[in-house]
């Protein structure tokens, strides 16, 4: 008897996102997609597509996309151009302190996240507000026909970001309250929901199986990263997917495969990630490695 595959948690999502999220449980096993998040600086220019392009003949399944600086336009202009290539999109926000806070350096600073998540506050108000921003492109997707992989409020248990700065409970309420907003009031049925853990293995912060499509870990050593990859699997019973979030080495597809470490795809962080921690020999090697599925194997 066949496995029946395992259903998003999105009672609702489009037949596009159902359709990619069945395709992430065909391929366990059998191979890994390979992702690049794109460089802010560089958006405009695709710098890191361009470099893998001329390097390895060969272009990344998934482009990781950001709302940081609050590149709402842009981040869906580029989403739109990539999925009309063939290619899947992934979207992360670093999130810069509600409800003014904008960029990096402010998605690391600290907010009272009880007064954040207490409905009579004006942060909370304010809070909704930045969450309505990003819901209203993501709606653009939406009707445009195209699934995201979404993988927000990104390396909460590690606490470097201020939506983990709070704790776990405090955390698990945020994501429950954006996945209802988002799915409930805002109709956005095309999400598939990326929970990314750090490498460091903490405990008590899962939100629920309810609200996680996929889930996932980043890590930037060397290595396929067994430990985090098995530790992810006891998080939840749910057989879902589960994703090398973020890295900077890419993984040794080889050694994937034989130790059956079955990643659904890598996400390569930008700039010196992909330039200084992947020689051009290897990243070659590894975008034509045949356990490898890269932009061309989506090809209809």
């Not at 990344?60 to 009309?84: C, K, S």
């Amino acid at each position: 008897m066949k496995n029946t595959p395992l259903r998003l948690t999105d009672a609702c999502a489009t037949p596009e996102a159902q359709k990619l999220y069945r395709y992430l449980q065909t391929i366990r096993g059998n191979g890994i997609l390979s992702g690049q998040q794109e460089c802010p600086r560089d958006k405009t220019r695709g710098e890191e597509l361009s470099y893998i392009l001329k390097t390895t003949g060969k272009l990344p399944a998934i482009l990781g996309l950001d709302y940081i600086e609050n590149d709402f336009d842009g981040v869906t202009q580029r989403a739109m151009d990539w999925h009309r290539r063939g290619g899947i999109v992934s979207i992360c926000w670093h999130w810069g302190i509600p409800p003014f806070g904008t960029g990096y350096r402010s998605s690391q600073e600290s907010v009272d996240m009880e007064q954040l998540l207490n409905p009579d506050t004006d942060l909370h108000k304010g809070m909704l507000q930045n969450l309505d921003t990003a819901a209203a492109a993501l709606a653009r997707l939406r009707d445009a026909g195209i699934p995201v992989l979404f993988r927000p409020l990104h390396e909460f248990d590690g606490a470097w970001f201020w939506w983990g700065k709070g704790g776990p409970e405090a955390f698990q309420r945020l994501w429950r309250l954006m996945y209802k907003r988002f799915t409930g009031l805002h109709g956005l049925h095309n999400l598939i929901w990326v929970l990314g853990y750090s490498g460091e293995m903490h405990d008590g912060w899962y939100p629920g199986d309810e609200y996680v499509d996929v889930i996932g870990g980043d890590a930037y050593s060397e290595g396929i990263h067994e430990e985090l990859y098995h530790w992810l699997k006891t998080v939840t019973d749910k057989p879902m997917p589960c994703c090398h979030h973020e890295n900077g080495p890419l993984p040794e597809p080889g050694l994937l495969a034989m130790k059956q470490i079955d990643w659904c795809w890598f996400l390569t962080w930008h700039t010196m990630h992909i330039h200084e921690q992947n020689s051009p020999d290897y990243l070659r090697y590894v975008y034509n490695h045949p356990y490898v599925i890269t932009l061309e194997d989506l090809q209809p």
